[in-house]
């Protein structure tokens, strides 16, 4: 096999894997950021019925994280939005957890993505 030869082979293979590792990881992010506007959004709706007066800041707070969570599904994964959006549905959860006078952050490592995708 010639060097041109392979050098072409090398690439191939290179790319191939390339794709591969790129596909993994952005699906393991997708898991994990999923799993995070999910407790976020799931923990809002869980309040929202236990006060359901539209009046109350607490219900306006969560309808706001509802909100926030169903813009989440529709941006543009490389888009700078993305987090900005994240940022703004932490916020109001910090907003959410201080008017019910309770502390209570999301936990990453509770979802353990090893065992959900194997490559």
């Given at each position: 096999?010639?060097?041109?030869e392979g050098y072409k082979?090398?690439?191939?293979?290179?790319?191939?894997?390339?794709?591969?590792?790129?596909?993994?990881?952005?699906?393991?992010?997708?898991?994990?950021?999923?799993?995070?506007?999910?407790?976020?959004?799931?923990?809002?709706?869980?309040?929202?019925?236990?006060?359901?007066?539209?009046?109350?800041?607490?219900?306006?707070?969560?309808?706001?994280?509802?909100?926030?969570?169903?813009?989440?599904?529709?941006?543009?994964?490389?888009?700078?939005?993305?987090?900005?959006?994240?940022s703004k549905i932490k916020?109001?959860?910090?907003?959410?957890?201080?008017?019910?006078?309770?502390?209570?952050?999301?936990?990453?490592?509770?979802?353990?993505?090893?065992?959900?995708?194997?490559?």
């Amino acid at each position: 096999m010639s060097w041109q030869e392979g050098y072409k082979v090398g690439l191939s293979e290179g790319n191939k894997k390339g794709f591969l590792e790129g596909y993994g990881l952005g699906a393991i992010k997708g898991i994990e950021l999923g799993a995070e506007v999910g407790f976020y959004t799931g923990y809002a709706a869980s309040v929202l019925n236990k006060h359901s007066s539209s009046e109350s800041r607490i219900a306006k707070v969560c309808e706001a994280i509802l909100d926030l969570g169903k813009d989440f599904l529709n941006l543009d994964p490389t888009s700078e939005e993305l987090s900005l959006n994240l940022s703004k549905i932490k916020g109001k959860f910090k907003q959410l957890t201080s008017l019910l006078g309770i502390h209570i952050e999301y936990n990453s490592t509770e979802t353990n993505t090893d065992k959900i995708i194997t490559f």
